[in-house]
C-alpha cells in the first residue's frame, strides 16, 4: 500500500511543481482609462484559480476579492488551460488557457475559435 501511495504522488509531483511556476501577484495590463488590475493566482484543491486583490487607478472597486480564474489546469511547459476567466470590464466568463513565459503570463479568454487576451506581469 505505501508503494502505491508513493508512487501516485511521484506521477502528480511534476503537474503540482509546474502549476507552482503560476501562483503569485500577478499585474493585469492596463485598460482604455490606464487601469489595471492585481490577481492572486493560488491552488483551489487540485485546480489553479486567480483572485482580484486590487483595482488600481478606477474608482470602481466592486471587482476586488472576486474570482477572475476558476478551475484552470496545468497542462506542462508552461500552459494551462481547462478553466474560464471572467472578463470584468464586460461581465462575462470565457473558457480561457494561459501561457507562463518567465514573468510574462499570457491570458486568454475564448468564444469558439475568437480569443481575447493580455500579457500579464509578475508583482
Known sequence: MKKLVLAAILATAPALA????????W????GETGGYIKVDIHACGDKICGTIKEVVGNDDKSAEGKPIIKNMSAKGNGKYSGGTIWAPDVDKTYKSKMTLNGSNLKVEGCVAIICRGQTWKRI
Open 18 to 25: 509546474q502549476a507552482d511556476d503560476v501562483f503569485g501577484l
Open 27 to 30: 499585474q493585469s495590463e492596463p
